[in-house]
């Protein structure tokens, strides 16, 4: 199977966006003798994201459950046909809930394998100020899989540096301060530009203020941004 057919198959499954990356070097066990990846987005309801400007809600929490499954499953389905090609083929789960994370995840904020470096590996976006995958079609308004392979595929450009330019309108927005307005380059630890532990105290305390549900989910850094916003032209420089 070739490329194109894969891409149009896997968009068959719901997928909104699929490209492909050379992530040799990059991967750890099990994935790291599998040194294609399939990056995989599913774009969140623009109505329910707009709901979220005034902060986080009942409905975006659904947004997010039914979002990760459709991934999981759409990565299942991707594995499926990949290996009925005769080649070999595991996924990355979307998310685990950020209150089942044990060892050290409450220092580290960290897991084994980040879906927005096969994103960028596979030229679907850039890193934002605001450390999200800003994709060049819908912005930061999606959730992403990944699906390791060592089947040959046409990898994509990959992307080195952010293209958030002057804009900042997230690091104004961000109700935990958490968004430094230092632009992303290739090479750069989170920490230089974004403060994940403030992000998550901050979601979980206006999640639960809001709705009574114990998530780190806030989310208004995924609404806020031009890149996404159906009204907007864009941000700054495009
Ligand atoms: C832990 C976690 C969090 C933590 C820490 C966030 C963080 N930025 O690290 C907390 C609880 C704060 C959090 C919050 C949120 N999260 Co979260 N989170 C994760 C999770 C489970 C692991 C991320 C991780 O390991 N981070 C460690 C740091 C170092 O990596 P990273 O920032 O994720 O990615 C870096 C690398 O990819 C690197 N990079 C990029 N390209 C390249 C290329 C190469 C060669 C290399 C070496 C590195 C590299 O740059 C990135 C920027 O720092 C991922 C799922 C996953 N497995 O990826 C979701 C994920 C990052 N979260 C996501 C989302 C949407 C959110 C929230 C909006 C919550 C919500 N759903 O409403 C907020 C927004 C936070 C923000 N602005 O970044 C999405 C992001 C989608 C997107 N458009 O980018 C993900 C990918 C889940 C998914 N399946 O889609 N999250």
């Known amino acids: ?9 896997i968009i068959g499954f719901d997928a909104s966006l699929v490209g492909f990356a050379d992530m040799r070097g990059l991967a750890q066990e099990p994935f790291a003798d599998l040194p294609q990846a399939v990056s995989i987005a599913v774009r969140l309801s623009p109505e329910i994201v707009d709901g979220i400007l005034e902060g986080p809600t009942k409905e975006y929490y659904a947004e997010y459950e039914r979002v990760n499954a459709l991934l999981n499953e759409i990565a299942g389905k991707t594995v499926q046909l990949i290996r ?3 080649h070999r083929a595991e996924y990355f789960r979307a998310t685990i809930q950020d209150s089942a994370m044990g060892g050290n995840y409450p220092q580290t904020l960290r897991v084994g394998f980040q879906h927005k470096t096969a994103a960028t590996r596979a030229g679907l976006g850039w890193i934002g100020k605001c450390a999200l995958l800003i994709s060049y079609d819908l912005g930061p308004r999606i959730r992403l899989v990944t699906v390791f392979t060592d089947m040959p595929l046409e990898v ?8 958030c330019g002057t804009c900042m309108v997230c690091v104004t927005a961000c109700p935990g301060q958490a ?12 920490e230089e530009f974004f403060d994940a532990h403030a992000c998550r105290n901050t979601g979980r305390r206006l999640m639960q203020e809001r709705t009574g549900i114990e998530a780190a989910l806030c989310g208004l850094c ?10 907007s032209g864009g941000c700054e420089n495009g």
């Open 156 to 163: 994509g450009t990959p992307i080195v540096e952010g293209e």
């Open 222 to 231: 995924v609404a806020i941004c031009p890149k996404g916003r159906r009204q």
């Open 84 to 86: 009925a090609t005769g």
């Open 179 to 190: 968004i430094s307005g230092r632009e992303w380059r290739l090479g750069m630890w989170r």
């Open 1 to 9: 199977m070739d490329s194109v057919t894969l891409r149009k198959e």
